[in-house]
């Protein structure tokens, strides 16, 4: 079985900061891993997506991710936050063998809070 | 293309009563998937569906729950009765070259 661990519930960063999410992942095989974000009220968007190719994601909105094997992570960082960065963002897995074609296991989500 | 539909947005039933949520994924997707969101237990996969087909449903917490597929552009998903812990967020979503696509969600309020 899959699971997706998301540190930290609540992470708040100046505007024009550097932006850390950390995500670490369980899984028997490299699965294909996501970043998804939602503002209020809405649904899921995707940032990024780790397919077993580059091990470095660039994605939306100055996003990326980096695929650690070893550390089994695939944290989310971008250099300089903007107040329009606040958000929820979820990271999430899926089972390689179904080419991304299996539902998704999400983390618990990490609220961003920029802060003036 | 207008993306993931779902309806109703906002749904408040009373305790017992039948809910019936429904989705219209992007044309030309090939798999639909129901997630349910509460703050207790996050994003929990419900069901999902290859070429209108069910592949697992583990998911679905009770038999209260159901879901179809029809046809290629629509879904359903039922509550049957409802229950006061079934509220939360639905979401339904559509699947192409590995990239899920999220409707805005469904929000259920069971009195």
């Known amino acids: 079985a899959q699971s997706v661990t998301q540190l930290g519930s609540h992470v708040s960063v100046s505007e024009g900061a550097l932006v850390l999410l950390r995500c670490n992942y369980s899984?028997?095989?490299?699965?294909?891993l996501f970043w998804y974000v939602q503002y209020p009220n809405q649904g899921l968007q995707l940032l990024l997506k780790?397919?077993?190719?580059?091990?470095l994601v660039k994605g939306i909105n100055g996003f990326e991710a980096e695929f650690k094997k070893s550390e089994t992570s695939f944290h989310l960082t971008k250099p300089s936050a903007h107040m329009s960065d606040a958000a929820e963002y979820f990271c999430?897995?899926?089972?390689?063998?179904?080419?991304?074609?299996?539902?998704?296991?999400f983390g618990k989500g990490t609220h961003l809070i920029i802060q003036p | 293309d207008a993306g993931v539909i779902q309806s109703p947005r906002h749904e408040v039933t009373e305790m017992g009563q039948e809910v019936t949520l429904r989705c219209k994924p992007i044309s030309g997707h090939n798999s639909l998937f129901w997630y349910r969101q509460t703050m207790m237990r996050g994003l929990e996969l419900l069901i999902y569906?290859?070429?209108?087909?069910?592949?697992?449903d583990s998911g679905m917490p009770e038999d209260r729950f159901s879901a179809k597929m029809p046809n290629a552009s629509f879904s359903t998903l039922k509550i049957q009765p409802s229950e006061p812990r079934d509220s939360a967020v639905y979401f339904c979503a559509s699947l192409s070259y590995n990239e899920q696509f999220f409707g805005p969600g469904t929000r259920l309020t069971v009195l």
């Open positions: 780790y397919t077993s190719a580059a091990t």
């Open positions: 899984s028997s095989v490299p699965p294909y």
């Open positions: 999430a897995v899926s089972p390689p063998l179904g080419g991304g074609a299996d539902g998704l296991t």
């Open positions: 569906f290859n070429n209108n087909v069910p592949i697992d």
